[in-house]
């Protein structure tokens, strides 16, 4: 008989669990491949909501920012409640909640950042995107915001835009990373 690959192999001693079944479900949002990669993830845990966050971070990934609409979505995929979805989703700053620029510039203004000219730099940020804190610019490519400590106290000032590190920065060094950027659109 074939294997079935949708159900979770035993746990010696813990108690079996069946895999929950994959829904063909219809979504707006989501695509075909976001929902495939969800039901599978989702018989990778015994508990169906340990797949609360493997879940919102398919669709942030796929979407870049979360809402009702796709914790909706999220909810018939796999069968956790909306509402404990986006419970969930506001502990965590790296999940938005509403469409972001292509470069999500955050700044750190902690203690040691903060000693090294952090506000200089958010001032000089604003000045130069032409946006406040918080704000994505009309052109949709950066959204400036404001970070907790980023552990990279060491290279004071610094910030991290998407998934990279920036550090000791200085207006120079602000100015060709922006150039950059907007020469790669
Ligand atoms: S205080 Fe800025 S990275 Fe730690």
Redesign the pocket.
Known sequence: MAENKTELQPIPGLPHVKAPSAPQVKTRILTAESVAEIQKKMVQYPVRKSAVLPSLTVAYRQVGYLNAEIYAELSAITEIPAKQLAEAATFYTLFPKKPRGKYLIMV???????L?G?DNLLRYLEEKLGIKVGETTQDNLFTLQI???????S????MQVNHDYHENLTRAKVDALIEGWRKDG
Do not use: R, T, W
Not at 147 to 153: K, P, T, V
Not at 155 to 158: K, L, N, V
């Open positions: 750190c203004d902690n203690i040691s950042c903060a090294c952090a970070a907790e400590c980023l552990a990279g106290c290279s004071a000032p610094m």
